[in-house]
Each structure stands twice: as C-alpha cells, then as structure tokens.
C-alpha cells in the first residue's frame, strides 16, 4: 500500500492552536504548520538550540517531509516526528513525573530565551515520556521572541503544572482527581480557599496563587496585547522573563511529597508468595513475554513495584506499568529515573476505574482503552481484586483484559483461587455466597470463549494458576 492509499486520520487533541495541526498517515505522525508557523518552524531549524535540545533527547525527533510523499493536507509545510511507544496524560503520572516534566518545560523556555526564542504554551500537555524520561513534543510551541514581550504560557503552567504540584507537596492532596476533573487544569481561584491564614505564606503561593489570581481578576477584560504593552512600559525585559524563569526553576526543584509507608510499598514482603511461587511466576513471565518475539508495548496492570515489568522489558521495546497507589508509582518512576530507564513508563490509575475520554466531545484526551492496544498484557494477580475486591462481574473482567490487547496479541493472566489467602482475606469482607461464579472452572471457561488458550502453570502452592493466551486466537 502506498501513502496516497492511506487515510488521514487527524489528532482530536492539537485543535486548539489554528496555526498548527497533528495528524496521522499510517505510522507516521506528522505536524501541518500555516505560514507563520512555517517561518516560525524555519528559525528554529536552523538554531544550535534546535539542534543541542535534538542531540540531548529533550525535543521530540522532527524532520520536515517532501509534499511529494503525501496526500495534499492544506498546509504550508508538513513535519515527521518521532512515534513515542505511548500516550499518557498528566493525570495518570505521579508527583515526581509531573515536578520533572514541570522542570524540562522550564529549561526548555530558559534555553530558548537565552537564544532568542520562547514557547507560546505552558501546558502539561507538551510533554510525554520515552519510559521514565520526559520530552518535549510541541514543536509550534515555539517561536522568535520580542524584547519585553510576556511568557504567554504561564498560566497554563500554572493551572496544569504548577498548581498540582503545590497541592501536593504544601497540602498532601494527591493532584491526579483535579487534572483528571479539568482538561484545562486548576484554576487560581479554585486554589486560593486552601491557601488562607499560615498557609498563604508557603513557598510559590503568595506570588503564584494570590498574586496571580489577583492579577488575572484585575485584567480579565484587558486584551494580551495591551497587557504586554503595559509590562514593557513597566520595563519588563527578556532579562526579566529569564530571571522568573529561574526562580520557578528553584521553586518547583524544592517542592516534593513525602512517600507514605503502606502495604502495597512493601508488596514483595507481605503478598504471602512463597520464593517457589516467585521464581515460577517470573519464568512463565520472561517465556510468554519472550515467546512473542521484538513486542513493541507491553501493559503490566497492577505493576506494583515494577518486578515483572523488568522482566519484559527485557523482551520487549516499551512497557507501561499501571498501579494504582501513587505513592508505588512514584517510587517506581524515581528509581527508574535514576536508573536512566527508557522502556518502562509508569502510572497511576486505578483498573476498575481507569483514564475516560476528556475533554472537547470526549475525545481531546484518548481514554486509557483507546490507546491500550498492547502486544502483551500482563494481569497478574489482579483479576480477585476486580472480581471480589471492587464486585466487578468476572465475564466483564476478562472481557476488559482482553480488549488491552490488540487481536493476536498475549494475554498473561493469573487466576487466584478462592481458597487462596489473599482471595480468602478480600471474600472476608464481603456477603456469604455473593460470588458463585468466582470459580476456576468458570473462569477458564471465559478466557477459552474469548481467547486460545496456549498454556498454563499451577504455582507451587496449589492456590494460583497462570494462562497464557492469543487474543482472537
């Protein structure tokens, strides 16, 4: 098939810059820039920051196409940037995910100032991940910069990184609920009730909740650009803008969370597997996983402390570890990072309740099913919490699982017996007899209706089986 014979699928989530639109052609994702945006794209091409941001992996790979290549798409020029193995948003990753991201989007505006340029956008939303490493992947974002012209990105900034992290790290409110809630992030006065009397007085607060809040009631009618009039007439200059670019820098540096002591920090300890149980598990892992040949994405649901998803991706090129707990993730994204990992993204979602469609119509932000299309999904030790844990009917469970995976892909699952301690422990607390079909027999029955079985193991200890199976097979 040639690329004349592909559809053009257009991305629901880059409508909102008019100079610049994401698509998709097959494989590739590709960027159409009108005219300004092309003389925009043109000065950044041929700057060493373009180049040093390239080299250093912090700006996502983009090369502009030959017309020749493609369908005719409207615009002036059309980019190719790099396929990144998964989407996530801001709201499935954990605080140091989003202080990290915050810091790259700030280095990021720091450097292109010094070389002239700025970005027009502030917003969590520009970065993604490449396994615990962040990047920048808005490339409209940037353009030349005026002597005393305003960052015309800080609020966003502000709303979708900035906030968070301060709700987090001066209230210990975990931020996921709020960017999830508002595709546009928190709102200064949404923030202000909570930072009344001691608490106005935390760092980034005064300046960047009441001030600013202050400000933007005080200019709410006043266009842009006769608010950027104002500040040069103040004398605001690009030295300026550099300096509050570093004082933000050293305030979301010093912001962090104190990681809480909880079970499932310690889920290796107190999960009751036997060292038999844990070396036969890991070995069915590694072989299906293996078995699969050059996997381009793994799911591991319920990843916990990111054993097993350590495991594939040594099999395979990306793997997305989705835990619940933020605190788990964040410990698991901190010791990736430090590790310099580029294959296993963490995040924070919770299975029975995961990542919906958002935004504008539902679809500006892809909900986690629409992007979930793995080679390989790992459920381990997940389906009882489901099924028992959050009363999720088991045919709705392995239907769910098996969607995960893309048609012929691998679903590696582990059945917990009733009779098991955890199984027994969670039946503990719930009516006698409310779960009938929470049988093993009854769930090889489903898993055979949707899927072809190819092999299965008992755990040492009698009470857990494993199944690895072709999706659609």
């Not at 990753?93 to 991201?101: E, N, Q, V």
């Not at 892909?409 to 969670?426: K, T």
Request: aromatic residues 8%; contains cysteine; charged residues 25%.
């Amino acid at each position: 098939m040639t690329t004349a014979d592909l559809r053009i699928r257009v991305e629901p989530g880059s409508f909102r810059d008019p100079a610049s639109r994401v698509f998709h052609l097959g494989d590739q994702v590709l960027r159409g820039l009108g005219p300004q945006a092309t003389a925009d794209w043109q000065a950044l091409a041929a700057s060493d920051l373009f180049a040093a941001l390239l080299a250093e992996g912090k700006l996502c790979g983009t090369e502009p196409v030959d017309p020749a290549t493609l369908p005719d798409t409207g615009w002036t020029t059309v980019l190719r940037h790099d396929r990144l193995p998964f989407v996530s948003h801001p709201y499935e990753w954990s605080f140091g995910m989003l202080r990290d991201a915050a810091l790259l989007h700030l280095e990021i505006l720091r450097r292109a100032l010094e070389a002239g340029f700025t970005t027009r956008d502030g917003s969590a939303y520009n970065l993604q991940w490449r396994g615990a490493t962040p990047v920048f992947i808005d490339i409209g974002s940037f353009a030349p910069c005026g002597e005393g012209e305003p960052w015309a990105g800080y609020r966003q900034f502000c709303q979708t990184l900035l906030y968070p992290l301060l709700l987090q790290a001066h209230l210990g409110l975990d931020f996921q609920p709020w960017l999830r809630a508002r595709v546009d992030g928190i709102e200064a006065d949404q923030l202000r009730p909570l930072f009344r009397g001691v608490r106005r007085l935390l760092p980034g607060v005064p300046t960047h909740v009441h001030l600013h809040g202050a400000m933007q009631a005080r200019h709410a009618e006043a266009s842009s650009s006769a608010v950027a009039a104002q500040l040069r007439d103040a004398g605001y200059s690009r030295r300026l803008a550099l300096a509050t670019v570093r004082r933000l820098e050293r305030l979301v540096r010093r912001l962090d969370r104190r990681v809480d002591g909880g079970h499932w920090l310690d889920y290796q300890r107190t999960c009751g597997y036997t060292a038999a149980d844990r070396a036969g598990k890991e070995s069915f892992v590694a072989e299906a996983v293996a078995a699969c040949g050059s996997a381009r994405l793994v799911l591991d649901l319920g990843a916990n402390d990111g054993r097993y998803a350590r495991i594939a991706a040594r099999h395979a090129a990306a793997v997305v570890a989705v835990e619940q707990d933020p605190a788990v993730v964040d410990t698991l994204y901190r010791t990736l990072r430090a590790e310099g990992d580029r294959r296993i993204l963490p995040l924070v979602m919770d299975l029975a309740d995961p990542s919906p469609g958002g935004g504008w119509r539902g679809v500006e932000r892809a909900g986690f099913a629409a992007r979930a299309q793995a080679d390989v999904v790992l459920a381990l030790a997940v389906v009882h919490h489901l099924a028992i844990g959050r009363n999720v009917p088991l045919p709705e469970v392995v239907d769910q699982l098996v969607a995960y995976a893309r048609p012929g892909g691998r679903l590696v699952v582990e059945f917990v017996h009733p009779e098991d301690a955890m199984a027994r422990r969670l039946l503990a607390n719930k009516p006698a007899g409310i779960f009938p079909d929470y049988r093993r027999d009854e769930f090889e029955r489903l898993l055979a209706a949707r899927c072809r079985v190819e092999r299965q193991r008992d755990l040492p200890s009698g009470t857990r089986t494993l199944y690895q199976a072709v999706v659609g097979g």
